[in-house]
Every structure is written in structure tokens, then in C-alpha cells.
């Protein structure tokens, strides 16, 4: 009699957790095969994110999340899903390097989610500049010490809470070496700023970046994602500006492309100086500005 008690004691049990089982897979597909308020039930943080967004925020969940073939959780988005990221992997996209981070990379720059970006450089370039029978000859380019730099953008977080790009979120270093008369050159031999580079020509220092940074420049033959990589002899060039003395624009190439601009703009800020015969020049980089010379 007890034995048989006990066996269905054990069956009640059995049967008991076979029900909650199916009710529990049951509602874990209803969240999912519902609309998003399921999903918000867990996500609130996520609502309210959206309900801020300048973009998505009429997206359903699955959108951006497609359903999984598992039935407990939904597909991480891509961004390239939808985005045609073409554009930043052109070889003069200033961000390409965000392309191995996928969405991340994203994220990074077009919402609020915070970001640490720890980077180096070298602290100092140094040239000579000689005057070769009118010829500007670029020799002797070095680069010495270390600058460790780390930047915290500071934003409030929020990873689905898209806004506007701005510059300065991650380019604080190039922001400090503008207003130490750095990174571009605004001010002309006579002492009055420049007509192009002049910054109150812009409503914000953002669209000023990009009147040499410019992606959508249709002087050149593609076009970029975000902001593109340049240097002043090669704006210079395509505009067909004034042109440099001797053969300046063919030797400016014998410089590391990515410290090209440097040299151009740390002579013209010292005062456009003509060599005699030989000047040399030292240049604290980024987010510094100071030019030595000899």
C-alpha cells in the first residue's frame, strides 16, 4: 500500500513539472513572438532610451534584433544589416579602423554609449628645410618620445540612443592644439586669419573640421563614410591653389603622410619663413602646439 502511495506521489510530481516546463517555454516563446512589449518588460532601460533617440525610436525590437532559431533570445544586431558600410572601408576613410569592432564601432560615435580611448604618439617631429637654389627641400624628418594619451568622452551611456556625431566626443587632442593655433593654419603671413581656414566662417567648430575633412568632396573621386583623411599639399593640389616654392609639392611627399601637414602648418605658423639656407624645426605634437626652430 505505501509502495503504491509512493509511486504516485512521484508521478503526481512528475507531471506536475512536465506542466510548468511547457508553461514556462510556453511564455518564453510568447515573449518573443509577441510584439516588443515582451521585450520591454526586461528592457526598460531600453524604452527609454528610444523615447529620446533621434533615430529608431518607431523600430520595433525585432528590427533590429531578428528572431533567433533558438527560441530564448533574439539575433545581436548588425548595423549592416541596413547601413551600407562601403564607404568606410575607402583607403582615405579617417575611421576604417572601426570596421573590425562591427556594430561597436558604431555605437561608439553615433550614440551615447561611453567610450575610453587610450592611444599614443609621438611627442616631437623634427625637419630641415633647406632653400636648394629655390627648391624647399624636406630632410632629416624624425619623430622622438612618447605621448601616452587617454580620453574619456564622457557621455551619459545608453547604447540604443542614437544622436549626432560630434568631433569633439573623441578628438579633444585636436580641439586643444586648435586653440594653441595648431592642426590648421587660420592665421596668414600678415596676421589676419586666413579666408578659407577661418573658423567663424562655420556655425560650429564640428562643420569646420570638415571644410578640409569633408567625405562628401566631390573634387575627389570617392567618397567617405564620416570624415576624410587628407593633407594640405593634397587639397592644395586638386584645387590647383597657389603654388609652392620649387618642387615643395613633390618633396612634402618624402614625409610620412600622416605628419605632412604638420610640417606645412608649423613653418607658416612661425611666420612663412624663407630659408636663407637651412632652418630646422622641432614640433610638440598633439594636443600640444609649439614650434622651436634653429
Not at 544622436?163 to 593654419?185: L, M, P, Q, Y
Not at 573658423?199 to 566631390?218: F, G, Q, V, Y
Not at 591653389?241 to 620649387?246: F, I, K, T
Amino acid at each position: 500500500m505505501n509502495k503504491k502511495i509512493y509511486i504516485i506521489v512521484v508521478f503526481v510530481v512528475i507531471v506536475a513539472a512536465l506542466i510548468q516546463t511547457v508553461s514556462f517555454i510556453n511564455i518564453d516563446k510568447q515573449v518573443l513572438q509577441s510584439d516588443q512589449g515582451g521585450c520591454i518588460k526586461c528592457h526598460t532601460n531600453v524604452k527609454t532610451q528610444l523615447s529620446t533617440s533621434s533615430q529608431h525610436s518607431s523600430f520595433s525590437c525585432t528590427n533590429c534584433h531578428p528572431k533567433s532559431p533558438l527560441n530564448h533570445t533574439n539575433k545581436a544586431p548588425e548595423c549592416e544589416y541596413c547601413h551600407d558600410s562601403t564607404q568606410l572601408g575607402d583607403t582615405h576613410e579617417a575611421h576604417s579602423d572601426f570596421i573590425p569592432l562591427n556594430s561597436e564601432g558604431c555605437i561608439a560615435c553615433h550614440t551615447n554609449y561611453n567610450v575610453v580611448i587610450n592611444y599614443s604618439r609621438p611627442e616631437f617631429i623634427s625637419y630641415t628645410i633647406t632653400n636648394d637654389s629655390g627648391n624647399w627641400i624636406i630632410s632629416n624628418f624624425a619623430t622622438t618620445g612618447v605621448l601616452n594619451l587617454s580620453y574619456n568622452a564622457m557621455k551619459p551611456g545608453g547604447n540604443h540612443n542614437v544622436k549626432n556625431v560630434s568631433c569633439r566626443d573623441c578628438h579633444k587632442d585636436i580641439f586643444d592644439a586648435v586653440s594653441a593655433k595648431g592642426h590648421a593654419v587660420v592665421e596668414g603671413k600678415d596676421g589676419k586669419e586666413s579666408l578659407y581656414h577661418n573658423i567663424s566662417n562655420t556655425i560650429s567648430k564640428e562643420a569646420w573640421c570638415l571644410t578640409c575633412h569633408n567625405p562628401r568632396d566631390n573634387k575627389f573621386s570617392a567618397q567617405q563614410h564620416s570624415a576624410r583623411k587628407t593633407t594640405c599639399e593634397e587639397c592644395h593640389e586638386t584645387y590647383n591653389l597657389s603654388a609652392h616654392p620649387g618642387n615643395f609639392y613633390t618633396n612634402i611627399k618624402t614625409v610620412p603622410r600622416l605628419y605632412r601637414s604638420l610640417v606645412c602648418i608649423s613653418c607658416k605658423s612661425v611666420g612663412w619663413q624663407v630659408p636663407n639656407t637651412t632652418l630646422k624645426f622641432k614640433v610638440h605634437q598633439e594636443p600640444y602646439f609649439d614650434v622651436t626652430m634653429s
